[in-house]
């Protein structure tokens, strides 16, 4: 399909079929469809398909769509044999990530998995769910330095000034890999010196500089407090010069926010701790894998 005209501006229906939350499908489908900024699509998420007599309503849906003037497209992830075999009976082309690759992988482990749903993002995995629930809390607690107490059981301290992102990637960090992630906000006080604040002081090992640019600070800041002199673009590069002089002297590693989605700055942070805990004489973790976000066994 090109966008020169006649079918060009057609919008391409969109389905995202899943047992469990289909947030699984949500991602892998949507890593496809980004490859294709010139289109138009119109996503539809059917999530919780749990019996036999669902997937027939679905298909039933998917059919009728066949009909329209662009043909749909649908991903599942869709674990259950009898549901997914239902799915498959579709007119409509689907692309089924769990078929496409779960023989592959049982083939190579010689184990047959036990294709349930809701193991991922569900509660079957109690010890995990539990991990995340308190990163969750411990996150809430510990933002915008809100709480000095336990700050010793972070896995990850975010320092930056005010609007460059610690706080959905601190709650990213802890939803997502199960991490204990405080975020502390540097204020003019802050950055008179290039010490680092008190309370996080003897945490450095733990701590993470995130920055920006001027001018998206400063639009960021705008959208909060028009005219002000936070949002200024001088105040907005005062704190950026005097945080980037902080992390520098005390060698933290330091992610730009200004261009990165909250998943690639998570990430940057989740490779940092595994190289830094793989170094010689490096503190002992936690407790939590940071590439697992749980309890290792």
């Not at 890593?31 to 997937?55: G, K, N």
């Amino acid at each position: 399909m090109t966008q020169d005209g006649g079918e060009d501006d057609a919008t391409v229906p969109v389905f995202f079929l899943s047992d469990s939350t289909g947030i699984s499908a949500e991602t892998m489908g949507n890593a496809l469809l980004i490859q294709f900024p010139d289109l138009h699509f119109e996503r539809t998420l059917i999530p919780f398909i749990s019996t036999v007599e669902q997937a027939r309503e679905v298909v039933a849906q998917l059919d009728a769509a066949m009909d329209g003037p662009v043909p749909p497209l649908v991903f599942t992830t869709a674990a259950v044999d009898e549901v997914r075999e239902e799915l498959l009976k579709t007119k409509a082309p689907i692309i089924d990530f769990f078929g496409i690759h779960m023989a592959r992988v049982e083939e190579q482990l010689g184990a047959r998995g036990l294709r349930e749903a809701r193991r991922l993002h569900g509660v079957g995995d109690v010890r995990r769910y539990n991990d995340r629930m308190a990163a969750i809390e411990f996150a809430i607690e510990h933002d915008d330095g809100l709480s000095p107490r336990g700050l010793d059981r972070a896995d990850v301290v975010l320092l930056a000034p005010s609007r460059c992102g610690k706080t959905p990637t601190a709650m990213y960090l802890a939803l997502q890999h199960g991490l204990f992630v405080a975020n502390y906000p540097l204020v003019d006080e802050d950055l008179e010196t290039t010490d680092l604040p008190r309370p996080v002081r003897d945490l450095a090992d733990r701590c993470f500089g995130l920055t920006t640019t001027v001018a998206r600070l400063s639009r960021v800041r705008q959208e909060r407090r028009p005219d002000s002199r936070y949002a200024s673009e001088d105040q907005c590069r005062f704190e950026l010069r005097r945080a980037i002089a902080m992390y520098d002297r005390h060698h933290l590693p330091t992610v730009d926010t200004s261009a990165a989605s909250v998943e690639e700055i998570a990430a940057v942070v989740i490779q940092t701790l595994a190289r830094q805990r793989r170094r010689p004489g490096a503190r002992p973790q936690s407790g939590r894998d940071p590439r697992r976000g749980r309890t290792p066994r």
